[in-house]
């Protein structure tokens, strides 16, 4: 739920996502229909999505208890070495370095001449203090969100300026490009992923629509352009598996979970 949206405005969805599926078992026996309407103000569906799928897999697949090594949670659908980490080390204080945007800012600055590509990673998994991975990991990502800053770092600040190359100089360093999601009307294309999800989910049976029906609903004054994206975004989810094609009616459906 903390992806992209702040503590303070995910406490209130939390609490009542957690009044209503309380354990593992009650959200994965729930329909993927019912957990969206749930999540319904919180928005980015897809999460609600991939964490259901991720109820269901411990449910079904790991007799209701998650793993707690990076490889075992890498298996949970929707997770990533990121988030793995992140989980391994805070909910089961495993010796793993977690790197988000903020940590490989800090390491890019300490390796300003670096050429070619840095592997954040492995470099980050050299300085782990192994004793105290969890307060190594908050210490460093704090550090990134509060003092170096990717465009005005307080070098004067910072606990670790002896030390660091970029100290006085790190606006100039380079931080890592932003991502360029792509956009339509002004929007990126997850958020039309988890509506047009949440449009095949609306009720607790399965729904089929075309992808005209698709566009008409989210594009009542569609153009052509509306209309190619929204088929480029159904495209895009069943290669993620997310929704199969009925290629004889030609309608779209979610893909039952695993
Ligand atoms: S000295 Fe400046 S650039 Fe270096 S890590 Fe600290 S805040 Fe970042």
């Known amino acids: 739920m903390l992806q992209q949206t702040q503590a303070a405005r995910v406490i209130v969805f939390y609490r009542s996502f957690l009044r209503r599926f309380p354990t593992v078992r009650k959200l994965a026996s729930a329909s993927p229909g019912s957990v969206l309407r749930t999540w319904k103000g919180l928005g980015y569906n897809m999460r609600a999505l991939r964490l259901h799928a991720t109820a269901v897999h411990v449910h079904r697949h790991q007799r209701g208890a998650f793993p707690t090594t ?32 903020n940590v490989q800012r800090i390491l890019q600055r ?26 190594w990991n908050q210490a460093v990502m704090e550090l990134g969100a509060t003092i170096c800053t ?8 910072c606990p670790i300026a002896p030390y660091c190359p970029s100290a006085g100089k790190a606006a100039r360093v380079a931080s890592k490009a932003k991502s360029h999601e792509r956009l339509h009307r002004g929007q990126p294309r997850r958020i039309y992923r988890g ?6 989910l609306a009720s607790d049976r399965p729904t089929t629509r075309t992808d005209r029906a698709i ?12 209309s190619r ?18 290629t004889r009616r030609s309608v779209w459906k979610v893909r039952p979970l695993r």
């Open 229 to 246: 994206f929204i088929r480029e975004v159904l495209v895009s989810l069943k290669k993620d598996g997310l929704v199969s094609l009925d």
């Open 70 to 101: 990076v490889e075992g949670l890498m298996e949970l659908p929707g997770i990533g070495p990121y988030t793995a980490r992140a989980v391994a080390v805070f909910a089961y204080g495993r010796a793993e370095a977690v790197v988000d945007t």
């Open 150 to 157: 990717p465009s005005s770092p307080r070098c004067h600040a």
């Open 215 to 226: 566009a008409r609903v989210l594009f009542p004054n569609r153009s052509a352009s509306d």
């Open 110 to 135: 300490l390796h300003p001449r670096s050429s070619g590509r840095i592997d954040f990673q492995k470099l980050a998994d050299r300085l782990l203090a192994r004793r105290s991975p969890y307060d």
């Open 195 to 200: 509506r047009v999800l949440a449009l095949l």
